[in-house]
């Protein structure tokens, strides 16, 4: 198992998320003391039916939502919130339509590095573009892509 500094690239210890209940409703429990291990490098799939905590595990992941208890760990730092050293791909694609598929993952490189020139950043966008199949659609909008074409820009994004 391939380490970062003696500890896994992603800890979870005892993390918990409860959502509480509402007048006479009881708590919701979604998870408890549920413990991972993710080293760097490492392809892991959350399978599970509707409703068990996937995406509330990876909001956690990602710093979206806090949880009820245990600690999440990046590289052996607690996840306080989210940060742009994670990138999240959202199963809405949450694309901006008015910007060209360049545009919208240009949008997020600039987010993540702010003191690199136009030029590095395109340069940069169009690599991720390419690495997901996209290097002939940089010109496209939105409302010119299919469901999956839609879904790589957003993993393109996310690659900051």
Known sequence: MERVSGRAF???????RIHPGR???????VFEGLDLSI????????VGHSGCG?????????????PSAGEVLIE???????GLDRGVVFQGNALLPWLTVLENVAFAVRSRWPKWSRDRVLGHSREHLARVGLGDAERRRPAELSGGMKQRVGIARSMR
């Open 10 to 16: 992603v800890e979870v210890r005892g993390l918990g």
């Open 76 to 82: 052996g730092e607690p996840v306080s919130g989210p």
């Open 54 to 66: 996937k995406t509330t595990l990876l909001r956690a992941l990602a710093g979206l939502d806090a």
């Open 39 to 46: 080293p760097a490098g490492q392809f892991v799939c959350v």
């Open 23 to 29: 007048g006479r409703d009881a708590d919701t429990v």
